[in-house]
């Protein structure tokens, strides 16, 4: 009966492994041209949005990968990541206004990786306070379009103060597929004293030309 006990420490260590080996990037792809659409649930409402990644931009000192979101093909707003080995920060929200300190949103280690981060960012084009707690770990492998890909969980707390006293606070969970990207978000947050759940998943998603090969 030893064997017994023994498995779920072998499926952990294979799970670390396959980890080790990959990168942030494998997780949050930014190729140009790759398209997501998402369903979106909020207050019992759907809408589907899009997602499009854009060719890098310098933004600041950095070179950064812009992530568009469109509603019925309109243009909602933009956001500039960068991606460094195991880690995807969060660079800015307006190409003339670059954070001073990107922040992790995501990252890949093996095992539970955890991090914090406690300084500015942008909130209504305005500055703000941002506390971001994050932890990440490989999760069993999960299927998309018929296939089982490795995929990655990734929970973020995150308060907001912006300069006029106003509080907004999330807690997400979002599931990361390897190559794909986000594939199912839960959001649970407050803005002041009004409270919000949303939800996410992936129903469309077509990589760049480069990811094509």
């Not at 942030?24 to 790759?34: N, R």
């Not at 369903?39 to 899009?50: D, F, K, T, V």
């Not at 077509?206 to 094509?212: D, F, L």
């Amino acid at each position: 009966m030893i064997f017994l006990s023994i498995l779920p420490v072998l499926a952990l260590c294979t799970l670390n492994n396959r980890m080790e080996a990959s990168q942030a990037a494998d997780y949050f792809p930014l190729e140009p041209g790759s398209r997501w659409v998402y369903l979106e649930q909020n207050g019992g409402l759907g809408e589907e949005y899009e997602d499009r990644a854009g060719v890098a931009v310098t933004l600041g000192t950095n070179l950064c990968n812009p992530v568009s979101t469109y509603s019925h093909n309109k243009l909602l707003a933009s956001v500039y990541y960068r991606v460094e080995a195991d880690t995807v920060y969060l660079a800015g929200f307006d190409l003339k206004r670059p954070l001073p300190n990107p922040y992790p949103i995501l990252k890949v280690g093996p095992g539970k990786t955890s991090w914090k981060y406690s300084g500015g960012t942008q909130f209504y084009s305005g500055p703000a306070t941002l506390d971001l707690k994050g932890e990440s770990h490989a999760i069993k492998d999960m299927e998309w379009s018929g296939k089982k890909v490795p995929a990655l969980q990734v929970h973020l707390e995150a308060i907001i103060t912006g300069m006029d006293g106003v509080v907004i606070k999330s807690n997400q969970v979002g599931i990361y597929a390897k190559g794909i990207g986000l594939v199912e978000l839960r959001d649970s947050g407050s803005i002041g004293k009004e409270r919000s759940v949303r939800s996410r998943k992936l129903i469309f998603y077509e990589a760049g030309k480069s990811s094509k090969g």
